[in-house]
């Protein structure tokens, strides 16, 4: 499985864009990105995914690299309820499994 | 409905213990699966049912064994299992494998897990 990689940790204050990157150096053509994010005791949730455009929707927008080694999920507005771990993940079209890596803590300060 | 259940939230049992983890979700998914995730780490994946069948099995101990009855439940009978077996076990569900790369996860809230 191709890998990510995250910056372990990340801090941002309420009200603003956080910009949360995502490289994948060999990533493979049939490879989609996805983003998941954990909340406190909670389990894991959908973001967004893409494959080689640009992608918005009501949580987020995904910008990908033109090479696709690389992208970066935008949430446009942090809140305090957006402190979570954020997985990015690569799938393989078809395929079943999601293999989280280790994330990115995000935490929102007031 | 666009939730998963599971039941129990909380579960501490002993090594010689037998007990059953449960998962249901009404959103007329065909795959669905079981993740362990201990403190401060990922999930990890166990098992993948589709069309209520073991598809993937992630090499996981004998001690635990996975049952789907129908296309809305999946359970984990636990059996004989160690303290470092203790985590936060999330079930999660999808629409049919293979759709063109998109199939979104709906994870349940997990049943933690605690082995005496």
């Known amino acids: 499985d191709a890998k990510t990689t995250q910056p372990n940790s990340m801090e941002s204050n309420e009200e603003e864009p956080v910009h949360l990157p995502c490289n994948h150096s060999t990533i493979s053509g049939t490879d989609y990105i996805h983003w998941y994010r954990q909340l406190p005791s909670q389990g894991p949730e959908y973001v967004i995914h893409g494959l080689t455009s640009n992608v918005n929707n009501r949580m987020a927008s995904l910008a990908i690299a033109e090479d696709r080694k690389s992208s970066t999920l935008i949430l446009h507005r942090a809140t305090l309820r957006d402190a979570a771990v954020y997985y990015c993940?690569?799938?393989?079209?078809?395929?079943?499994?999601?293999?989280f890596g280790k994330g990115t803590r995000l935490h929102i300060l007031p | 409905d666009t939730e998963v259940t599971q039941t129990p939230k909380h579960l501490v049992m002993g090594m010689t213990n037998k007990k059953s983890l449960k998962c249901e979700q009404h959103m007329g998914h065909r795959a669905m699966y079981w993740y362990k995730q201990k403190a401060k780490k990922p999930p990890e994946l166990m098992f993948v049912?589709?069309?209520?069948?073991?598809?993937i099995n992630e090499s996981v101990p004998s001690r635990f064994s996975p049952e789907c009855p129908n296309s809305s439940l999946l359970n984990l009978h636990l059996h004989a299992l160690q303290p470092e077996d203790s985590a936060l076990y999330l079930c999660?569900?999808?629409?049919?494998?293979?759709?063109?790369?998109?199939?979104?996860?709906?994870f349940g809230p997990g049943t933690r897990l605690t082995v005496l």
């Open positions: 049912y589709s069309y209520e069948k073991l598809s």
């Open positions: 993940i690569l799938r393989d079209l078809g395929d079943d499994k999601i293999i």
């Open positions: 999660a569900s999808s629409q049919v494998i293979g759709a063109r790369g998109y199939n979104e996860q709906f």
